[in-house]
């Protein structure tokens, strides 16, 4: 029988809430509260570390393209430029399926359950890397071979893509409210250190290919320096494969899935005591069919030869009897959890058809796109910026105009990728994310505006700090928080769904950039693309007023007494 927990005394009930609450937590669910937000225990250290990776290989396989189709035109077009269409299909492609990935893996998360989900997205992602480095460039002609690396760079996209609402449902589950913005701008720093190291690696790799490649002067071999650099991703891909598919489903998420409370307290007893069934039904322990199974063996242990076989039948017949009502429980359960499943579309489109919370969604999805119209603008087509700093590889032998791009694109990531994500994990929790993406955007416009009125006049050393503080305040701003934003705005039991639809919009702003970039240059010039970016950034920051500040808020408790209300509206 289970133990009866006692009542909270009347004068601490909060304290004896948060203390049963505390108890009742995985190992990645606890914190220590005594030190600043972004102060990290071993159990979130790890965590971040499986929920991070899938950022780190976001930006390592986004961005590590633009040196691989620079690399592809020795190995695939004597040095000429690849056909204006097939680049921008390559450049794109990872985009398009990311917007597969966020709508199907965010909704997955919500429907199924986390843990029943998480993983599978890393799956994805090694199985079409390891099909992109295996392109038969020598049998197939050169279209065919780019148009292979572009079916599945989408495959990779759909990972990569489902990496977003999973890794942030997940983590959001597991957080505390005092860190939760911290830890998700952990998690996103990763881009910043995907981007560097990928840059690192090029650098590396093609320091190794320097004999054969310059000295022998073999520029094919180029084919065998993009194949590793894109293999190497496999690395952290395989080094958190299983801590993903056998992380448990976090507490939270089984109580936003179990709307009664007395159902909710019996599960986490039955959790704790070891018991995975998570039929409410099961009999205590002196009427279970178990209980009933160790009664008739212990009492056949010691008992007498003289035992009429009339008692023997009534215990076998109770056995029975108890392992039918056993089944009849499980059999119900799973019923309900079908029919649970059945409502969740029904419920996530009543939640959203209300105003209020369609606004919240409105504003998120219409942020993350303007964003990734002007970030992946500008981010994708490097090569315009590493032109301006003299680092575009226009002259010198192929090797040496390799190597150059390399190193402008390191300068790139090391002056404002990282340190803008860094600032964003110590301050958020101090300045609140709504702050920091209105100011984000703001900042950004400004430089963005710099760079388009003074393109041709613009000195290298200005440009370079121009356009390292665009990255900064990109990273120090939206780019960080139109992540955190669904994650933490969100009731639990719709948050997957609305974080992929909020991402996808996202990535469709990134798509169009990638697309529309090059072509646009061409007939109205650089600059003047420029300020269309600037006109999305400006837009971005209006959008904002949408949106809640989400820090100290928890939606889940936001959404239970809009329920209550709910529910006595209806009684009166």
């Known amino acids: 029988m289970f133990v009866q927990e006692k009542s909270a005394p009347a004068s601490e009930p ?8 505390r108890s ?8 220590g509260e005594d030190r600043p937000p972004f102060y990290l225990t071993y159990a979130e250290v790890k965590l971040l570390g499986i929920t991070g990776v899938g950022f780190f290989l976001d930006a390592y396989d986004l961005f590590i393209i633009n040196p691989v189709a620079t690399m592809l035109q020795y190995r695939l077009y004597g040095g000429a430029s690849l056909p204006a269409g097939l680049e921008g299909f390559i450049k794109a492609a990872a ?3 990311s917007v597969i990935g966020q709508f199907g893996f965010g909704y997955a998360a919500d429907y199924f359950g986390r843990k029943a989900i998480y993983g599978k997205e890393l799956m994805l992602i090694i199985f079409a890397t390891i099909l992109t480095i295996c392109v038969p460039t020598g049998s197939l002609s ?12 989408i495959i990779l ?8 609402p999973m890794s942030a449902s997940i983590t959001t589950d597991r957080a505390r409210l005092r860190k939760r913005g911290t830890l998700l701008a952990y998690i996103f720093a990763n881009q910043g250190w995907g981007s560097f190291v990928g840059s690192l690696m090029t650098i590396v790799v093609l320091a190794c290919y320097k004999h054969v490649m310059n000295d022998k002067d073999e520029t094919s071999k180029a084919d065998g320096v993009w194949r590793v650099i894109v293999g190497l991703s496999l690395i952290p891909a395989f080094g958190t494969l299983y801590q993903r598919l056998t992380l448990p489903e976090s507490k939270r998420f089984m109580a936003a899935k179990n709307n009664d409370a007395e159902d909710e307290k019996e599960f986490m007893r039955l959790k704790q005591q070891g018991d995975l069934d998570l039929s409410r039904a099961r009999p205590s322990q002196e009427n279970s069919a178990d209980g009933e199974v160790v009664v008739a063996k212990s009492a056949g242990s010691s008992s007498r030869p003289s035992t009429s076989s009339i008692a023997e039948e009534k215990r076998e017949r109770d056995v029975e009897q108890g392992a039918g009502e056993a089944k009849e429980a499980k059999e119900k359960r799973a019923a309900e959890i079908a029919k649970e499943r059945q409502a969740h579309w029904a419920e996530f489109r009543a939640y959203f058809s209300e105003w209020k919370h369609l606004r919240i969604l409105l504003g998120t999805c219409s942020c993350w796109f303007l964003l990734d119209v002007a970030f992946y603008g500008v981010n994708l087509n490097q090569n315009v910026v590493l032109q301006q700093i003299g680092f575009d590889g226009s002259s010198g032998t192929p090797w040496e105009r390799l190597f150059k791009i390399a190193i402008g694109n390191i300068i790139v990531t090391a002056l404002g990728f990282v340190p803008g994500y860094y600032a964003t994990v110590l301050t958020i929790e101090k300045l609140g994310r709504k702050w920091i993406q209105v100011q984000g955007f703001l900042m950004a416009a400004l430089f963005l505006g710099i760079l388009a009125g003074m393109f041709h006049t613009l000195s290298t050393p200005a440009f370079i700090v121009c356009f390292a503080l665009l990255q900064f305040f990109f990273n120090f701003g939206a780019n960080a928080t139109t992540y955190c934003y669904p994650a933490e705005v969100f009731p639990t039991k719709f948050r997957g769904a609305a974080h992929g639809m909020s991402a996808a919009c996202g990535k469709l702003g990134a798509i169009i950039s990638a697309l529309a970039f090059n072509s646009l240059s061409k007939k109205i010039g650089t600059d003047h693309v420029l300020w269309i970016f600037f006109g999305c950034c400006i837009v971005g920051a209006a959008c904002t007023f949408l949106l809640p500040e989400v820090r100290g808020r928890d939606p889940d408790v936001v959404y239970a007494e809009e329920m209550k209300v709910k529910h006595a509206k209806a009684i009166s």
């Open 157 to 164: 996209g759909i990972g990569i893509g489902g990496d977003y």
């Open 95 to 97: 985009n398009i399926g």
């Open 24 to 31: 009742g937590l995985e190992e990645y669910e606890r914190s």
């Open 142 to 153: 050169a279209n065919g071979s780019l148009i292979w690396l572009g079916v599945f760079r």
């Open 14 to 21: 909060v304290a004896q809430d948060n203390s049963q609450y």
